[in-house]
C-alpha cells in the first residue's frame, strides 16, 4: 500500500515526465463509414479522415469501501472517496483498411504507454484493467480525452488532454499530448518527418523567440539566476501542423514554472516554405 506521503511526493514531483498509472496517474471506438472519406483515396485526397470517439467511466471504490469496513474515523475526505477514471478514445475508419488499423494501433500505443509495466497492453480493456489495479493501491482520479486538432485531409493531428489527481497532492497534474499522422498515407508523423533539417532549425530559431518573449513577460528569470531551473527551449514532441500555424506544445514545467501552466506556441506556416519535405 502506498502511504499518503509517499502519494503527495509522487504526485508533486517537479517534472511528470514519464507518467505512468503506478506514479499517480495514467498515461483512445466507433463502427462508421468506410468509403469517401480519404486516408489512402486519391479520389478522395483532401478530405478529413473519419474518427469517431467512445467515452468510458470507471469508478472504483475498492480503498474507500475498506476504509468504512475498518470502523475508523475519516482523517481525511479522501479517506472516503473513489477512484475515478474517465476516457475519450479515438477510433479512425476509411477505405484503406491497413491504414485505418495503422493509426488506430498508434493512438492505443499512447494509452498503453501510461502503465510502464503492463507490457501485454491490447485493448482498452487492458487499460481499464490496469486502472483497477493502480486504484487497488491508491486513490487516483483520471481523465484522458482526446479530440481532434487538426483534419483538414493533408495532415490529421489528435490531442490527448490528460490530468491526473492522487489523493492527498496539492493539485491535479496536466498535460496535452498529440498524435500526428499523414492524411493520405497514415504515416506516424514526427517534426524530422514533416521538415528539412533547415526547417527544424528555423523552428528552433523562431521556438526559441516566443519562448524569451513569453518569459520576459512573466518576468521569468530564462537564465537561472532567480531560480534553480534554467528554462532552456528545446523543441517538444508534441506539434500540430494546419493551414496558417505549426504549434509546439509543452506541458507544465517543461517550458517554465508550473504557474505557466501548459504553453502553446504557433509559428506562422509561412515562415516555413521551402522547408517541408516532400
Known amino acids: 500500500m502506498v502511504s499518503k506521503n509517499d502519494a503527495r511526493e509522487l504526485c508533486l514531483h517537479p517534472n511528470p515526465k514519464p507518467i505512468t498509472m503506478n506514479k499517480c496517474t495514467f498515461f483512445v471506438i466507433g463502427i462508421s463509414l468506410m468509403f469517401l472519406m480519404g486516408c489512402g483515396n486519391p479520389k478522395t485526397a483532401g478530405k478529413p479522415i473519419q474518427v469517431d470517439f467512445k467515452e468510458y467511466h470507471e469508478t472504483d471504490c475498492s480503498l474507500a469501501d475498506a476504509f468504512r469496513a475498518s470502523g475508523e474515523e475519516p482523517l481525511l475526505l479522501e479517506d472516503t472517496m473513489c477512484s475515478e477514471l474517465t476516457l475519450r478514445f479515438p477510433t479512425v475508419s476509411c477505405n484503406d483498411q491497413a491504414i485505418a488499423d495503422l493509426i488506430?494501433?498508434?493512438?492505443?500505443?499512447?494509452?498503453?504507454?501510461?502503465?510502464?509495466?503492463?507490457?501485454?497492453?491490447?485493448?482498452?480493456?487492458?487499460?481499464?484493467?490496469?486502472?483497477?489495479?493502480?486504484?487497488?493501491?491508491?486513490?487516483?482520479?483520471v481523465e484522458i480525452k482526446s479530440k481532434i486538432v487538426v483534419n483538414d485531409g493533408e495532415y490529421l493531428c489528435i490531442g490527448h488532454d490528460v490530468s491526473s489527481y492522487g489523493f492527498g497532492a496539492a493539485h491535479p497534474i496536466t498535460g496535452f499530448g498529440t498524435s500526428n499522422y499523414s492524411a493520405i498515407t497514415g504515416q506516424i508523423l514526427h517534426l524530422g518527418d514533416v521538415f528539412t533539417e533547415e526547417g527544424i532549425k528555423l523552428l528552433e530559431e523562431e521556438g526559441k523567440k516566443q519562448h524569451e518573449a513569453l518569459l520576459a513577460q512573466e518576468g521569468i528569470d530564462q537564465n537561472g539566476q532567480d531560480s534553480p531551473i534554467e528554462w532552456e527551449f528545446k523543441l517538444p514532441e508534441d506539434f500540430s501542423i494546419d493551414q496558417n500555424n505549426i504549434t509546439l506544445y509543452f506541458d507544465m514545467y517543461e517550458a517554465g514554472p508550473g504557474v505557466l501552466g501548459n504553453v502553446s506556441i504557433q509559428i506562422p506556416r509561412e515562415k516555413l516554405v521551402g522547408k517541408f519535405r516532400e
Open 104 to 141: 488506430n494501433a498508434d493512438l492505443l500505443k499512447v494509452y498503453c504507454a501510461a502503465d510502464e509495466e503492463n507490457t501485454d497492453c491490447k485493448s482498452i480493456d487492458d487499460v481499464i484493467r490496469s486502472f483497477h489495479e493502480a486504484a487497488s493501491e491508491m486513490g487516483i482520479i
